[in-house]
T-cell receptor, first 107, second 116 residues
Framework: KNEVEQSPQNLTAQEGEFITINCSYSVGISALHWLQQHPGGGIVSLFMLSSGKKKHGRLIATINIQEKHSSLHITASHPRDSAVYIC?????????FGKGTHLIIQP | GAVVSQHPSWVICKSGTSVKIECRSLDFQATTMFWYRQFPKQSLMLMATSNEGSKATYEQGVEKDKFLINHASLTLSTLTVTSAHPEDSSFYICSPGSAGHTGAQYFGPGTRLLVL
């Protein structure tokens, strides 16, 4: 079974700061998802990666398959980015989720 | 992106009653539906996988007679928590199998269940 570790667990930053959230996993995967969960509980899919790098607006996601590691970056962070960010990996037994990183961006 | 709805979004019930949660995929056909449960500050845990027209498969430790899943059509899957107890209080989320060739993963907005 894949072990998915995220760091940090909690992160508080000031508006405008560059944010990095990390995800590592133990077993080879076919894809990795970055998800955003808002305080109400709803989950939004941000990225699906199988290699390289993807960018969408102020969000950038990278993955290193050899090192079994992915990062999610937020540039020019804003209070509305405050949420829980979850890494989920897709393997032979489906999706395995990390515990999430609770991000708070203060104005 | 695909739209997934869940109903109800909130439910409070007395211990011993049954609660039905509906999950609908609004703009695509979902042959598979994943049901997750999330406790506060915990990650999503897969409870069961439902397949349209066949029996659901349950994860280890999840009682199939307590959590009844029905996937009667390609757009509707239901989870019924039977004889609910306070320890069943949780956030329940459905997620259709990957949408088409994109492999994108979508989630319902979730149902928060509180059993008194």
């Amino acid at each position: 079974k894949n072990e998915v570790e995220q760091s940090p667990q909690n992160l508080t930053a000031q508006e405008g700061e560059f944010i990095t959230i990390n995800c590592s996993y133990s077993v080879g995967i076919s894809a990795l998802h970055w998800l955003q969960q808002h305080p109400g509980g709803g989950i939004v899919s941000l990225f699906m990666l199988s290699s390289g790098k993807k960018k969408h607006g102020r969000l950038i996601a990278t993955i290193n398959i050899q090192e079994k590691h992915s990062s999610l970056h937020i540039t020019a962070s804003h209070p509305r980015d405050s949420a829980v960010y979850i890494c989920a990996v897709r393997g032979a037994d489906g999706l395995t989720f990390g515990k999430g990183t609770h991000l708070i961006i203060q104005p | 992106g695909a739209v997934v709805s869940q109903h109800p979004s909130w439910v409070i019930c007395k211990s011993g009653t049954s609660v039905k949660i509906e999950c609908r995929s609004l703009d695509f056909q979902a042959t598979t539906m994943f049901w997750y449960r999330q406790f506060p500050k915990q990650s999503l845990m897969l409870m069961a996988t439902s397949n349209e027209g066949s029996k659901a498969t349950y994860e280890q430790g999840v009682e199939k007679d307590k959590f009844l899943i029905n996937h009667a059509s390609l757009t509707l899957s239901t989870l019924t928590v039977t004889s609910a107890h306070p320890e069943d209080s949780s956030f329940y989320i459905c997620s259709p199998g990957s949408a088409g060739h994109t492999g994108a993963q979508y989630f319902g907005p979730g149902t928060r269940l509180l059993v008194l």
